[in-house]
């Protein structure tokens, strides 16, 4: 299974980006998904999960700017990041996860900077 994260880029202050993550390989859904985020010098934070039934999770500080959400057919998962701030400039992973098996991205970066 690998997973390939796109959407990153660099964007002025309260603009937007959309991050995309989509999954090849094997034949079975994640049960969770999530989108991570690093930044230098620091650990890598969740930043938003959705499971299977569609449910999602927040961390507080991008709640009610970023939405997660997920395309099981088409097997992408997806981040809308509005109203960004420099503090979201990180380097930003995706993640599923099946049983006890964890998969990552590559990670793409986002840089919010005027």
């Known amino acids: 299974v690998q997973l390939q994260a796109s959407g990153g880029g660099l964007v002025q202050p309260g603009g937007s980006l959309r991050l995309s993550c989509a999954a090849s390989?094997?034949?079975?859904?994640?049960?969770?998904m999530g989108w991570y985020r690093q930044a230098p010098g620091k650990h890598r934070d969740l930043v938003a999960s959705?499971?299977?039934?569609?449910?999602?999770n927040y961390a507080d500080a991008v709640k009610g700017r970023f939405t997660i959400s997920r395309d099981i057919r088409k097997r992408t998962m997806y981040l809308q990041m509005n109203s960004l701030k420099p503090e979201d400039t990180a380097v930003y992973y995706c993640?599923?996860?099946?049983?006890?098996?964890?998969?990552w991205g590559q990670g793409t970066q986002v840089t919010v900077s005027s």
């Open positions: 959705i499971v299977s039934s569609g449910s999602t």
């Open positions: 993640n599923g996860k099946r049983g006890y098996a964890s998969y």
């Open positions: 390989g094997g034949s079975n859904a994640f049960t969770v």
